[in-house]
C-alpha cells in the first residue's frame, strides 16, 4: 500500500457530541472518515458497499448492540477499535481480540490506537 493513500475509518457512534468530536480528531490525524453511523444498520449498510482500513464502534448504538457489526468485520479481515463506556470484560465474543478504549477517552487515544493497529498490521506484511 502507498504510504500516500488516505485510511477510511468507520465511526460508528450514536452519541452526536462523541462522533463529531472523533470525526474531527482522525480527520486531523490523516484519516478519511466513513459516518459517522449512529445505528448498526446504517453502518452495515455501507459496509455492503465499501470496505473501510479500519473502524471505531461503539458496542450499542441506537438500533441495539454492535455484535453483527463486529461480526461482519472480523469475517472481512477489517480492524476495529471499540470505544465504550462498558469495560471490556463486559465484552461479548464479536469484540473479543479489538483494542478497547473506554470512554471518555483523551484527545487522540483513538488515532493513536489505530496507529498501533496499523503498524501491527505492517509487521506481518
Not at 472481512?76 to 477517552?105: C, L, M, N, T
Amino acid at each position: 500500500m502507498s504510504a500516500s493513500r488516505q485510511r477510511t475509518i468507520l465511526l460508528a457512534e450514536d452519541n452526536s457530541i462523541i462522533a463529531i468530536t472523533l470525526e474531527d480528531d482522525l480527520a486531523q490525524a490523516g484519516f478519511a472518515i466513513a459516518g459517522p453511523f449512529a445505528s448498526c444498520s446504517s453502518a452495515l449498510r455501507w459496509l455492503d458497499q465499501n470496505t473501510p482500513d479500519a473502524a471505531v464502534l461503539d458496542v450499542s448504538l441506537a438500533d441495539g448492540p454492535c455484535n453483527e457489526l463486529a461480526s461482519t468485520l472480523t469475517q472481512r479481515g477489517i480492524p476495529f477499535v471499540v470505544h465504550s463506556g462498558y469495560g471490556k470484560d463486559s465484552a461479548s465474543a464479536e469484540f473479543v481480540g479489538a483494542q478497547w478504549i473506554v470512554k471518555p477517552a483523551l484527545p487522540g487515544a483513538i488515532a493513536q490506537a489505530l496507529a498501533t493497529t496499523f503498524a501491527a498490521e505492517a509487521s506481518y506484511e
